[in-house]
């Protein structure tokens, strides 16, 4: 099973940035590179939702509350999965989870707050 080590989150003020990180193992470069590499968050109370994902052609969509502010990217060569957020919202506060071939990781929080 596919293993996967999110990184990157903190606190961090409105209008502010962050790039999380997602390392991927236990998979060789090959298979992942085959598979969708997607982000999602969840906040408290709420359920977990899609964030961002790319494709193994590097097609990219994203939550419309997230559109031109986060840009999903992925290094093959690596085995790892990015999510570059700006201009950051307090609504944006919650566990960020990283997600490949079914696969979960432990999560990253992210707190936005002044």
């Known amino acids: 099973q596919v293993q996967l080590v999110e990184s990157g989150g903190g606190l961090v003020q409105p209008g502010g940035s962050l790039r999380l990180s997602c390392a991927a193992s236990?998979?060789?470069?090959?298979?992942?590179?085959?598979?969708?590499g997607s982000w999602y968050r969840q906040a408290p109370g709420k359920e977990r939702e899609l964030v961002a994902r790319i494709t193994s052609s590097r097609i990219a969509n994203y939550a419309e509350s997230v559109k031109d502010r986060f840009t999903i990217s992925r290094d093959n060569a690596k085995n790892m999965v990015y999510l570059k957020m700006n201009n950051l919202k307090p609504e944006d506060t919650a566990v960020y989870y990283c997600?490949?071939?079914?696969?979960w990781g432990q999560g990253t929080q992210v707190t936005v707050s002044s």
């Open positions: 236990r998979i060789s470069y090959i298979n992942f590179s085959k598979n969708t």
């Open positions: 997600n490949v071939e079914e696969s």
